[in-house]
């Protein structure tokens, strides 16, 4: 099982990567303002923040007693 926690973190990790290469494509094409760039922008929050929820607050939960 943590094999498979591993493989779905590391694509998490890799869509990251891929939408901030996007975005920032994109807002030097467009300006960071533009629809476009703003879309992928909330894109890339919505991965960091599901990336957050399932692997680094799960490590925190025991540190804070």
Do not use: F, P
């Not at 890799?14 to 909330?42: F, M």
């Amino acid at each position: 099982m943590k094999g498979t926690t591993a493989v779905l973190k590391q694509d998490l990790l890799s869509l990251i990567e891929k939408k901030r290469a996007e975005l920032i494509q994109v807002a030097s094409q467009n300006g960071l303002s533009s629809s476009v760039a703003i879309r992928y922008s909330q894109e890339l929050d919505h991965l960091l923040n599901e990336y957050n929820r399932i692997y680094i607050k799960k490590n925190h939960q025991y540190v804070s007693l």
